[in-house]
C-alpha cells in the first residue's frame, strides 16, 4: 500500500528553527510537495521537489531524498504566524497526490 | 475575492437527507477534485474531474456522487446522508498533470446528525 509518514505533533520556540520530518511508500514517484494549513482553513502550497537536493524559499526550504523516500521541511526564525499543520503529499505514479496526516506546529513565545 | 469558493461554509443535516455541496473557480483550471479531512488523517480524495466529460472516482467515493456541470464547477452530493460523513469537505483546483499545484477553497464543515 501506499504511505506517508510524518510526526503528529512539533512544539519550537519563536525565532528558532525547527525541521518537520516525511518519509513516503508509494507507487511511483512524481513529486513530493509542502502545504501549509492553518487550523479551519484551506491548505495552500509552500514547496515542491522533484529532485534530490534542497530547495530554499525565503525563510522555508525543503529537501528531497528519493533514494531514501525521505523529504524535510526546515523553517528558519520561527514567528507565532507559523503555527499550522504542515502536510506532507506525494504524486504516484498516476499523478495522485497521496497525503500524510500532518504535523502540527506550535510555536512558543 | 476567492478563487476557489465553496457554498456553503457551515452545514448541519440529519441523517438521511440529500445534501449538495457546491464549488467553483475563477482560476480558469480545467482539473477539479473533492477530498475530506478528518482529524488524524490525511486528505482523502472522493472524486475528480480533469474536464467536464471526464468524472474519475478516487480513493474514497462510496456513498457520494459529484456533477461537473461547467469548466468553473463541481458539485459533490450525498444521496442519502450518514453520520461518519461528518467531515471537513475541500474543493481544489490544479492547472495540470505535471506540476499539479492545488488550490484549496475555504471548506465546508459538514456535520451529520
Known amino acids: 500500500g501506499q504511505n506517508i509518514d510524518q510526526p503528529t505533533e512539533m512544539t519550537a520556540t519563536e525565532g528558532a528553527i525547527v525541521q518537520i520530518n516525511c518519509t513516503y511508500q508509494t507507487s511511483g514517484f512524481n513529486g513530493l510537495f509542502w502545504y501549509q494549513q492553518h487550523a479551519g482553513e484551506a491548505p495552500t502550497f509552500l514547496s515542491y521537489n522533484v529532485l534530490d537536493g534542497l530547495e530554499e524559499k525565503g525563510r522555508f526550504s525543503s529537501f528531497l531524498s528519493r533514494s531514501k523516500g525521505y523529504s524535510y521541511l526546515l523553517l528558519k526564525e520561527l514567528q507565532m504566524k507559523d503555527s499550522a499543520s504542515y502536510l506532507c503529499a506525494v504524486m504516484d505514479s498516476n499523478y495522485q497526490l497521496i497525503w500524510g496526516a500532518g504535523t502540527k506546529l506550535i510555536i512558543k513565545p | 475575492d476567492a478563487d476557489v469558493t465553496q457554498t456553503p461554509r457551515n452545514r448541519i443535516t440529519k441523517t438521511g437527507k440529500r445534501i449538495m455541496l457546491e464549488c467553483s473557480q475563477t482560476?480558469?483550471?480545467?482539473?477539479m477534485y473533492w477530498y475530506r479531512q478528518d482529524p488524524g488523517l490525511g486528505l482523502r480524495l472522493i472524486y475528480y474531474?480533469?474536464?467536464?466529460?471526464?468524472?474519475n472516482k478516487g480513493e474514497i467515493s462510496d456513498g457520494y456522487s459529484v456533477s461537473r456541470q461547467a469548466q468553473a464547477k463541481f458539485s459533490l452530493s450525498l444521496e442519502s446522508a450518514i453520520p461518519n460523513q461528518t467531515a471537513l469537505y475541500f474543493c481544489?483546483?490544479?492547472?495540470?498533470?505535471?506540476?499539479?499545484?492545488?488550490?484549496f477553497g475555504a471548506g465546508t464543515r459538514l456535520s451529520v446528525l
Open positions: 474531474s480533469f474536464d467536464v466529460k471526464d468524472i
Open positions: 482560476k480558469g483550471h480545467d482539473r
Open positions: 481544489a483546483t490544479s492547472e495540470s498533470r505535471d506540476a499539479n499545484i492545488q488550490y
